[in-house]
């Protein structure tokens, strides 16, 4: 018998019904994102498709380079470059993050590929409404590296987890999460690549079910 593992297997927990994103008033997003933001991309393809009720208020990305900074144009959705480099500590970084998302009127904080350690001053401005996305199936493998600390493991299945953000490193409450299997002869990239569809998929879902674990305003009731 010939063992031929299925790259694009996948399971995703909990599972959720399109139908079951009920209509609130849209959320609205602040994204913060440091690089490629191909998952920044991915949030503003589900709201275009009608999957996730939210919009965009802006994009901040700390890296100038941040590509995800030219999706935004792409999109005409507003992008604020914060960068580190330009503030004396984090906790001065932080208060100009709490200023900008207060100016675009921010509900919901999505850090989407945001490669920064954030302090109370930013979390406690958006209690239980900062969500982040980590590319392995969490408590396992947190902070930097995390494919290449699950190739190193050797572990079988993997994948990613979207959470609530607390002060401790990926660590606050789990909302979703994927698994995919790791095949015999991946590298650190193939891995991420698959890892990546899942992330694209789960986190509009995982948003979606956040946003709607406290009803907003419901139109004509
Ligand atoms: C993702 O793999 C996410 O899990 C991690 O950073 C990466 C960002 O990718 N936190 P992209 O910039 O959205 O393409």
């Keep these: 018998m010939v063992f031929c593992p299925d790259s694009t297997a996948s399971l995703v927990s909990p599972s959720i019904l399109q139908q079951s994103f009920c209509i609130h008033t849209p959320l609205k997003l602040g994204i913060m994102a440091s690089g490629n ?33 030219v999706r935004a144009a792409n999109w005409g959705i507003p992008s604020v470059l914060l960068n580190h480099r330009d503030y004396k500590s984090r906790e001065d970084l932080d208060r100009q993050i709490v200023q900008t998302l207060q100016q675009y009127d921010v509900e919901w904080v999505i850090m989407a590929g945001w490669m920064r350690v954030v302090t109370p001053i930013f979390i406690n401005a958006f209690p239980d409404k900062i969500i982040n996305i980590h590319p392995s199936l969490l408590p396992s493998f947190k902070g930097v590296h995390a494919v290449e600390q699950a190739l190193a493991a050797g572990v079988k299945i993997t994948g990613c987890t979207v959470h609530l953000v607390c002060l401790e490193v990926d660590s606050g409450p789990i909302l979703m999460q994927a698994a995919v299997p790791v095949l015999p002869d991946d590298t650190p990239e193939t891995l991420q690549a698959r890892i990546q569809v899942q992330e694209h998929r789960i986190l509009p879902m995982a948003i979606a079910l956040a946003g709607q674990s406290k009803p907003q305003k419901i139109p004509n009731e």
């Design 37 to 69: 933001g191909s998952n920044f991309e991915a949030i503003a393809l589900a709201i275009k498709d009608g999957q996730l009720s939210a919009q965009i208020q802006v994009l901040i990305y700390n890296n100038p380079k941040a590509y995800a900074a």
